[in-house]
Nanobody, 123 residues
Framework: QAQLVESGGGSVQTGESLRLSCAVS????????MGWFRQVPGKEREGLVA???????IYADSVKGRFTMSQDKDRNTLHLQMDSLKPEATAMYYC?????????????????WGQGTQVTVSS
């Protein structure tokens, strides 16, 4: 089964940047969706950006133009470059994967999840 481990979180000030990584191990089907999500305690998990196979990433309006997702050619590592961070970005960030999906930003469709990495943005 697939295993995912996020890293790169931390505490930064408003306007600074962070780069998150997600290491994927185990068997991964050739057809898959992979994405980044975040969750604040008491609020619903939010899809940030995801890709369907080798298609272009789909971004949520809340992060479009500031966050950038990429993956290695062998698809074993995901990255999330986060620029111009704001306090509203404070959350637990997760990467996830599923064999196939319809709406790539719908977290309910994803099967395998990492443990999360905390991002805190102070003003």
């Amino acid at each position: 089964q697939a295993q995912l481990v996020e890293s790169g979180g931390g505490s930064v000030q408003t306007g600074e940047s962070l780069r998150l990584s997600c290491a994927v191990s185990g068997y991964i089907y050739s057809n898959h969706c992979m994405g980044w999500f975040r969750q604040v305690p008491g609020k619903e998990r939010e899809g940030l950006v995801a890709i369907n196979n080798d298609d272009s990433p789909i971004y949520a309006d809340s992060v479009k133009g500031r966050f950038t997702m990429s993956q290695d050619k062998d698809r074993n590592t995901l990255h999330l470059q986060m620029d111009s961070l704001k306090p509203e970005a404070t959350a637990m960030y997760y990467c996830a994967v599923v064999t196939f999906c319809g709406g790539v930003l719908h977290w309910e469709q994803y099967t395998f999840w990492g443990q999360g990495t905390q991002v805190t943005v102070s003003s």
